[in-house]
């Protein structure tokens, strides 16, 4: 198993447009977690899904939106892209929700020019 | 509020010092406590969790409830403890993190 897969690998975007990032959770993972990774900070908590429902949500505005897909990938969408949201991009899976260990992939870079 | 404070942005040591990384949390619950470490050119992966009690590459971490703390220790650095590392609070939400802290090892 090649663990968690994220795509695509860089993203360069302008203010003002939409983005679309992908995640493969490992298989028999039914949990997919997403966090946004500043430059100098940790990850940061935006969205948990869980069998296909949104489980959790942090402290992003409405722009930020994500959906799980009945094989359990996901996607995260942010539209009227800013400058303060080029950022790495992280998602992370697990076998269920609640203490179950998180596995990280290796992230997306969007760069908002 | 979750909060988690990791109070050094950089830890330098000498090869074979003791290891202390600092993490302070504030959580009104009852917490999960993690750390997670990224290598160089390497994705972020658990280290420990408090609830195992279990030394991973000679580290261990106790949490202090009485003092909100989750410092991470080595007896002896090895230069391949040179990565970056994230204290994290699971209260409800998945995972909260420190701003991290930096270990360099130095031989």
């Known amino acids: 198993d090649a663990g968690v897969t994220q795509s695509p690998t860089h993203l360069i975007k302008t203010r003002g447009q939409h983005v679309t990032l992908r995640c493969s959770p490992i298989?028999?993972?039914?949990?997919v977690s997403w966090y946004q990774q500043v430059l100098g900070q940790g990850p940061q908590f935006i969205f948990q899904?869980?069998?296909?429902?949104?489980?959790g949500r942090g402290n992003f505005p409405d722009r930020f939106s994500a959906r799980q897909f009945p094989n359990y990938s996901s996607e995260l969408n942010v539209n009227a892209l800013l400058l303060g949201d080029s950022a790495l991009y992280l998602c992370?899976?697990?076998?269920?929700?609640?203490?179950?260990?998180?596995?990280f992939g290796p992230g997306t870079r969007l760069t908002v020019l | 509020a979750q909060r988690v404070t990791q109070p050094e942005k950089l830890l330098s040591v000498f090869k074979g010092a003791p290891v202390e990384l600092k993490c302070n949390y504030s959580?009104?619950?009852?917490?999960?406590l993690f750390w997670y470490v990224q290598y160089s050119r390497q994705r972020l992966q658990l280290l420990l969790r408090?609830?195992s009690r279990e030394s991973i590459k000679g580290f261990t971490a106790d949490l202090n409830k009485g003092e909100t703390s989750f410092h991470l220790k080595k007896p002896f650095a090895q230069e391949e403890d040179s990565a970056m590392y994230y204290c994290?609070?699971?209260?409800?939400?998945?995972?909260?993190f420190g701003k991290g802290t930096r270990l360099s090892v130095i031989a």
């Open positions: 899904y869980y069998e296909k429902e949104e489980r």
């Open positions: 408090h609830i």
């Open positions: 298989s028999g993972h039914k949990s």
């Open positions: 994290a609070l699971k209260g409800n939400t998945p995972l909260v």
């Open positions: 992370a899976s697990s076998l269920v929700r609640g203490t179950d260990t998180q596995y």
């Open positions: 959580y009104s619950g009852s917490p999960e």
